[in-house]
C-alpha cells in the first residue's frame, strides 16, 4: 500500500500565493472582462495574522471597554481586505485612477459588497489554491 503524503493537501502556501479572481456581474453573474483580483485563501498566513491581531486587540479592550458594533465592522472589513493581494492598473474609481494599495482594498470592498462577497467566496474556497487544481492554474 502506497503511504498518503498529507502535504499534497496543503492549502496553506498556495492561500498565500494567491490567485487570480475573475469578477462577475453583480446581477447577471456574467465574467467581467479584465476585471481581475489576485486573491489570497483564508488559510493564509497573512491573514491568519491579521485575525489573531483582531483577537489581541479585542482581549485588551475588553478590559478597559465593550467592543462596539462599529469597531467589529471595522475588523471585518480590514480582515477581508488582507485577502486582495493586487489588481491591473487599468482600474479607475469615479474617472480616477485606482491602483491597488491595502487603503484602497479596503475602500472598493467598503463600497462595493458585491466585489466583497466574490473575494471573500473566491477566499473560502480551498480548491483554489491546491497545487495543480484546475482553479489555481
Excluded at 32 to 38: E, V
Excluded at 47 to 67: A, D, G, M, P, T
Excluded at 109 to 124: D, H, K, N, S, Y
Aim: hydrophobic share 40%; aromatic share 8%.
Amino acid at each position: 500500500m502506497d503511504r498518503i503524503d498529507f502535504s499534497a493537501l496543503d492549502t496553506r502556501k498556495g492561500a498565500e500565493v494567491g490567485f487570480e479572481l475573475q469578477l462577475k456581474h453583480p446581477v447577471t453573474g456574467e465574467a467581467l472582462a479584465g476585471w481581475l483580483l489576485k486573491i489570497r485563501g483564508y488559510d493564509a498566513p497573512a491573514y491568519q495574522e491579521v485575525l489573531r491581531e483582531h483577537q489581541r486587540r479585542r482581549l485588551e479592550r475588553s478590559r478597559n471597554k465593550r467592543i462596539t458594533v462599529e469597531e467589529l465592522e471595522a475588523e471585518s472589513l480590514e480582515a477581508a481586505a488582507v485577502l486582495v493581494m493586487g489588481w491591473p492598473d487599468q482600474f479607475n474609481l469615479e474617472g480616477q485612477p485606482f491602483a491597488w494599495s491595502e487603503a484602497n482594498a479596503r475602500a472598493l470592498l467598503g463600497r462595493f459588497p458585491w466585489i466583497r462577497e466574490q473575494v471573500e467566496t473566491g477566499a473560502a474556497d480551498r480548491g483554489n489554491f491546491l497545487p495543480g487544481s484546475a482553479k489555481s492554474s
